[in-house]
């Protein structure tokens, strides 16, 4: 009779565990990273939407909606995005004839923070590289 017990030795577990580690270690932040930046887009999209918005209500009205109590004039029922990651702020300044909006995220983005767009069509952000965030 062949009594040899077969399994696993708790070396070989511990070797696949360290290995998992460092995968997961590599893994994680490109994943955080690639949630991020479809987080942004989510954003971009909403002040373009609202942009575009600005400029059909300029087309018949002549001047553009310069506050947030007066964002049902541009047919918006709420100031959050679609799946709510980010709030869209609408400010004007006196005389000057524009607008800008000021999208918040509502999760931790410390790279690019807020996304402004203003109505000359300039991008920026509150933190880090412009050109990074609005790619």
Same mark, same amino acid.
């Given at each position: 009779m062949n009594n040899r017990m077969r399994g696993f030795t708790l070396i070989e577990v511990m070797i696949v565990v360290v290995i998992v580690g460092i995968l997961a270690s590599i893994a994680y932040p490109s994943y955080q990273e690639y949630v991020n930046r479809s987080n942004r /887009?989510?954003?971009? /999209?909403? @002040? =373009?939407?609202? /942009? /575009?918005r600005q400029e059909r209500y300029f087309s018949q009205n002549n001047a553009y909606v310069t506050a947030d109590t007066d964002r049902s004039k541009l047919g918006l029922t709420s100031n959050q995005s679609a799946n709510q990651r980010y709030t869209? =702020? @609408?400010s004007g300044v006196a005389n000057d004839g524009g607008y800008t909006l000021t999208a918040t995220p509502s999760f931790t983005e410390t790279r690019c923070g807020n996304l402004v767009l203003n109505a000359k069509g300039v991008r920026s952000v509150s933190t880090g590289d412009k050109d990074y965030c609005w790619r």
């Open positions: /887009a989510e954003g971009q /999209a909403f @002040l =373009s939407d609202i /942009a /575009a869209v =702020s @609408l």
